[in-house]
T-cell receptor, first 112, second 116 residues
């Protein structure tokens, strides 16, 4: 089945450690996105990529980094520079013909 | 900076009530407005609106866009407990590259709770 897979679903890390969240899609979509969701809030855009080897900062990119070496993959690294990394992270890809965003199941990161 | 504002932030209704959720936006190079429902984890797609005044309908849910006044509403009639969720509005603005997607900005969401 086509879809988006995020891993891990849950992750605990100590302060000062970098962590990388995986996002893989087999929908053949060009554009992919990373959002952060805090309790009781909407989704805030971290980074997005419209095509392989290209990506743009979203509204809250500080303390995060991404790469887009393959069409299927868009990993997000949460660096030690991110001041409040504990959050729910959602990856999505964009179906340009329908305009629909397809989401993964999310990764919940807790920094102790 | 692109801005999407949803209201109310939260709402509690009784089963059978009708609710109207609002989404207003201020963006450059508007392409479309999307509504999503989020129950536990991944948001699920409801509607995409690109043209003013054309209602989209799916069962008890319907939505309409007003591009002159820069807002959209999502209506849910005869609400059920299964409608309890966060409803998210997102606006897509024009992409720079062809073949790819656009920047999508989400509002804060409306938390709807439907009680018996």
């Amino acid at each position: 089945d086509g879809g988006i897979t995020q891993s891990p679903k849950y992750l605990f890390r100590k302060e000062g450690q970098n962590v990388t969240l995986s996002c893989e899609q087999n929908l053949n979509h060009d554009a992919m996105y990373w959002y952060r969701q805090d309790p009781g809030q909407g989704l805030r855009l971290i980074y997005y990529s419209q095509i392989v080897n290209d990506f743009q900062k979203g509204d809250i990119a500080e303390g995060y980094s991404v790469s887009r070496e393959k069409k299927e993959s868009f990993p997000l690294t949460v660096t030690s520079a991110q001041k409040n990394p504990t959050a729910f992270y959602l990856c999505a890809s964009y179906a340009k013909h329908t305009g629909e965003l397809f989401f993964g199941e999310g990764s919940r990161l807790t920094v102790l | 900076e692109d801005k999407v504002v949803q209201s109310p932030l939260s709402l509690v209704v009784h089963e059978g009530d009708t609710v109207t959720l609002n989404c207003s936006y201020e963006v450059t190079n508007f392409r479309s407005l999307l509504w999503y429902k989020q129950e536990k984890k991944a948001p699920t797609f409801l509607f995409m609106l690109t043209s003013s005044g054309i209602e989209k309908k799916s069962g008890r849910l319907s939505s309409i866009l007003d591009k002159k006044e820069l807002f959209s509403i999502l209506n849910i009639t005869a609400t059920q407990t299964g409608d309890s969720a966060i409803y998210l509005c997102a606006v897509s603005v024009g992409g720079i590259l062809t073949g790819g997607g656009n920047k999508l900005t989400f509002g804060t969401g409306t938390q709807l709770k439907v009680e018996l």
